[in-house]
């Protein structure tokens, strides 16, 4: 679809709106009131005059505003009894300092360095006040708990999330909040109520493309970026599901090693699709930084919208076909859950063209990038721990055989592997940051024997998966270790038993992810074909070192200081640059 002949970049739309907004409107009749008293009073002030002191003095104003809010809220804690939470320290007016300090994290630094320092210092949660607005960061899994679940109508997307999102997500299930997120979950829930054969023969079929496409390149003697050719799985698998018709991906050429003298063109329509998919969520997380400001730091191209619409091209056609099926069945058009498609589905409860478009471009994400950021990694940890590769290949040979199928019934034997995939979850959460807002204003109890935390309406709520998912006080000491087995031993009851909001991979309370088991089932399927036909697995990233993480992590403690793949993050988690291994094909038995 090409956009309106009338639709005006985001940066001068933003600045017309601000135009005409009550505040700035006011603004002006203020200036313009000082001009005219001042004539009155004989006095001439040059209107030119006066408009750049007003321009030089509105950060001022701003942060006047913003001071008085503070004091405000701390006031308001104080006659409840409570604080706010400690405020990390700034430099610079309106956080500048903070802003620059994250962008250079996420553009080369790794994930959660600008936070756990402050973090600790301020118990766990704390104020990051940037713009001149609050946002709390908090990985207390009791703190979370509340905000999902147990209070859970009191908190929301929030305005300025669904702003910043809207170009990407539009008005879909992870951007909506109240009735019009209850109506789009309650299309979607019924299709992912249990698990479906189909599901399973849909994974299959496409997992033998990926290891047919994994042999033949390994036979030339040269590595293969596994986390390209699972994007490209988990694409085809998602766009199946949805459409019943993929894009097709894995037909297109592997890419090589920028070691290799092989060029890897990217001219295959599909690579086109997957490459504007990718693009328009790198594009959408940077603006998260900016709050409402975003249209500024995009002000004359969204590349986010312009990406999308390279991906409707294939989506809306099928659109339009299933609502015109619709249409000439007059009403007798039924589709069984077990062998339609999720778009059959949808049209079903609605035919409302642009919220089904919204629906399926945020089911498509979810079941694309989610999964493949699961069995990278996965596959990065089984490549970088053979003890548990050799472990998961006897599981996977004693259930399936050399050519045994994933089926519900086998997989609920795997339980090593399910555990190999729930340890991965959690050193590397899909979604390793997320955000809400407080409609009113809440008191969090006291967790250190001090005042409750007071948080005051309107109030954007960072909670970070990833930091809690590695603090040693919630999952022992041996919390920063990839160890599967941690989720099959005395430690589930020791520290997961008492208190399952340690582990977010999937969100919880009512905002759950519904396509959790088909993530599991999807994950499983691939890992299982991987290693029965692969004997051995290693990571090869000398093939292509710009998908190297820096030299400086080796001189640091923790993870970081062992990570062998670059860990980023825009919507969800990925290697930069790739993750590129070598695999050894297992004996015909």
């Not at 979850?425 to 390793?432: A, C, D, F, S």
């Not at 992590?553 to 919507?571: D, L, P």
Request: charged share 25%; aromatic share 12%; proline share 7%.
């Amino acid at each position: 679809m090409k956009p309106s002949r009338f639709e005006l970049p985001p940066g001068p739309s933003f600045v017309l709106r601000q135009l005409f907004s009550v505040k700035t409107v006011g603004y002006a009749a203020f200036v313009g009131g000082i001009h005219l008293g001042g004539q009155m009073l004989g006095i001439d002030f040059p209107l030119w005059a006066i408009v750049s002191s007003s321009i030089v003095t509105l950060p001022v104003i701003l942060y006047a505003q913003s001071e008085l809010q503070y004091w405000k809220d701390k006031r308001k804690a104080e006659s409840l009894g409570a604080r706010l939470p400690p405020q990390v320290p700034s430099k610079w007016p309106g956080g500048i300092d903070l802003i620059t300090t994250m962008i250079k994290v996420f553009e080369s630094g790794y994930l959660g360095d600008f936070m756990a320092d402050w973090l600790a210092e301020g118990g766990q949660t704390i104020d990051m006040h940037t713009l001149w607005t609050t946002r709390i960061i908090t990985t207390e899994p009791q703190y979370i708990k509340m905000v999902l679940s147990t209070h859970f109508e009191e908190y929301e997307k929030g305005e300025v999330l669904r702003d910043t999102l809207q170009p990407l997500f539009g008005t879909g299930v992870f951007n909506s909040d109240g009735e019009r997120w209850k109506f789009h979950r309650s299309m979607t829930r019924p299709f992912f109520s249990k698990d479906r054969i189909s599901d399973f023969e849909l994974f299959d079929r496409h997992a033998d493309q990926v290891i047919t496409k994994m042999k033949e390149r390994f036979k030339e003697d040269i590595a293969v970026d596994v986390q390209d050719v699972l994007s490209r799985f988990t694409m085809d698998t998602a766009t199946e599901f949805l459409f019943g018709q993929d894009v097709k991906t894995l037909s297109g050429g592997l890419p090589y090693p920028s070691t290799h003298n092989r060029s890897s063109p990217r001219t295959h329509p599909s690579d086109q699709f997957a490459f504007a998919f990718s693009r328009a969520q790198e594009h959408t997380f940077p603006r998260g930084f900016y709050g409402k400001l975003w249209p500024l730091v995009d002000f004359w191209e969204d590349v986010v919208t312009k990406n999308k619409r390279i991906t409707w091209e294939f989506m809306d056609p099928l659109i339009h076909a299933a609502l015109e099926k619709k249409k000439a069945a007059k009403g007798m058009y039924e589709v069984n859950r077990d062998d339609g498609t999720l778009l059959d589905h949808l049209v079903q409860q609605t035919d409302d063209f642009e919220i089904i478009r919204d629906e399926t471009f945020n089911i498509m994400l979810a079941g694309r990038d989610t999964t493949a950021g699961l069995t990278t990694f996965a596959v990065t940890m089984l490549a970088d721990h053979p003890d548990v590769f050799d472990r998961l290949r006897n599981e996977v040979m004693e259930a399936l055989g050399p050519n045994g199928k994933v089926n519900p019934e086998t997989l609920r034997e795997m339980k090593y592997l399910r555990a190999v995939l729930n340890e991965t979850l959690r050193l590397y959460p899909n979604v390793p940051s997320n955000v809400r807002c407080s409609k009113q204003g809440a008191l969090w109890p006291a967790l250190d024997g001090g005042k409750p935390i007071y948080v005051p309406p309107n109030t954007q709520i960072n909670y970070s998966p990833w930091l809690m998912h590695r603090r040693v006080d919630l999952w022992g000491p041996t919390a920063l270790e990839f160890d599967p087995d941690r989720f099959l031993d005395d430690r589930v009851k020791e520290y997961l038993v008492p208190n399952p909001f340690i582990f977010l991979p999937f969100n919880a309370g009512p905002r759950i992810c519904l396509g959790q088991q088909f993530a599991y089932s999807e994950a499983s399927t691939i890992i299982a074909r991987m290693v029965q036909a692969f004997k051995s697995i290693r990571l090869d990233m000398d093939s292509n070192p710009e998908a190297k993480p820096p030299v400086a992590w080796a001189t640091v403690n923790g993870r970081k200081g062992i990570e062998k793949v670059w860990v980023k993050s825009h919507i969800t988690l990925y290697a930069k640059g790739g993750v590129w291994v070598k695999m050894e094909e297992a004996d015909v038995e």
